[in-house]
Nanobody
Framework: VQLQASGGGLVQAGDSLRLSCVGS????????MGWFRQAPGKEREFVAV???????YYVDSVKGRFTISRDNAENAVYLQMNSLKLEDTAVYYC??????????????????WGQGTQVTVSS
């Protein structure tokens, strides 16, 4: 099973980016699919998750700016990031985890991880 993340880059504050993550090796249509990020010197933190039902959850700091979506036919999850801020700079990881878990903010809930894609926001 592999998750391939892409779409990161260097942007200015206020710009937008769309991250993509495509899975292979099995289908994820009944799993939770999420995004985490890790800034230098900090722990990996939850950003957003989308249940297989389509229900979504976000960390407060990205609500109203980021949108997570999925395409089960493509075995993919996306993160549309608008109004980017300096503090959004991090390596972003996609992940697939236990369906419907109440612990969706915890890294331990996720079984599969992508390799990470760097997002750098400059002033």
């Amino acid at each position: 099973v592999q998750l391939q993340a892409s779409g990161g880059g260097l942007v200015q504050a206020g710009d937008s980016l769309r991250l993509s993550c495509v899975g292979s090796g099995r289908t994820f249509s009944r799993d939770d699919m999420g995004w985490f990020r890790q800034a230098p010197g900090k722990e990996r933190e939850f950003v957003a998750v989308i249940r297989w039902t389509g229900v979504t959850y976000y960390v407060d700091s990205v609500k109203g700016r980021f949108t997570i979506s999925r395409d089960n036919a493509e075995n993919a999850v996306y993160l549309q990031m608008n109004s980017l801020k300096l503090e959004d700079t991090a390596v972003y990881y996609c992940a697939v985890g236990s369906s419907g878990s109440a612990y969706y903010t915890l890294t331990e809930n996720y079984n599969y991880w992508g390799q990470g894609t760097q997002v750098t926001v400059s002033s």
